[in-house]
């Protein structure tokens, strides 16, 4: 036993569920501290992708939407593919975190402030995929410049809450933590009429263009 304090973060109860995907077959944390165990489902490792995460507030689980957002904008691939149950759900494990480690809102957007992220922000001309989620058929962005669009299926609005530059780790944190959280709140339809029957969230997520996964 270590006489070392734990770290501020934790607290003493077991987690039996990573912090970002919600994989529940492995212990990540115990009495405050991560057992580095990696993820069989998303391969991260406790302690390691999760450290400094405070439950309960946007500030304290933002860098696990990003890595979420990076994870499902990529395809949500399993690191042991081996582990991957028939008919796995990713939206159904998801919640199997708990709502301190997913549901706390982010803060109310500065439109000013995003409105003059913009001039350094990246495009691909023009898009009519939603860089959150992958909705096709608006015109997000015009020949670079944004149209204000608000995506029917996650709620962005282009040029507020999509801006990035791509191939930039942390320029694309903004897109990336919008993506994760929607996510690990279900995916959710702003327009749920608009929302197809059978739909399928990652063969959506699928065609975002690659530079804003
Ligand atoms: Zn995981
Ligand atoms: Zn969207």
Redesign the pocket.
């Known amino acids: 036993m270590t006489e070392e304090a734990p770290p501020e973060e934790s607290s003493a109860a077991p987690e039996d569920f990573c912090r970002m995907c919600g994989w529940d077959e492995e212990r990540f944390w115990e009495d405050g501290w991560p057992t580095n165990a990696i993820c069989a489902c998303c391969g991260s490792e406790s302690g390691i992708g999760d450290m400094g995460a405070r439950p309960g507030s946007w500030e304290g689980v933002e860098g696990l939407h990003h890595f979420r957002g990076w994870w499902v904008g990529n395809g949500a691939e399993w690191y042991l593919p081996k582990f991957k149950p028939h008919g796995w759900d990713l939206l159904q494990q998801l919640t199997n975190i708990p709502p301190a480690w997913r549901t706390p809102p982010p803060p109310a957007v500065d439109h000013a402030g995003r409105i003059a992220e913009r001039t350094s922000s990246g495009s691909l001309g023009t898009e009519t995929v939603?860089r959150?989620?992958?909705?096709t058929g608006p015109l997000f962005w015009d020949e670079g410049v944004p149209s204000g669009a608000v995506?029917p299926?996650?709620?962005?609005e282009s040029g507020i809450d999509d801006l990035g530059i791509p191939g930039d780790w942390q320029a694309l944190r903004l897109i990336r933590s919008r993506r994760g959280y929607w996510v690990a709140l279900g995916a959710p339809w702003a327009d749920p009429a608009a929302r197809p029957a059978g739909w399928d969230v990652l063969r959506q997520i699928g065609d975002i263009p690659p530079a804003w996964r």
């Not at 299926?153 to 962005?156: I, Q």
């Open positions: 939603c959150v989620c992958g909705f995506c299926c996650c709620d962005s």
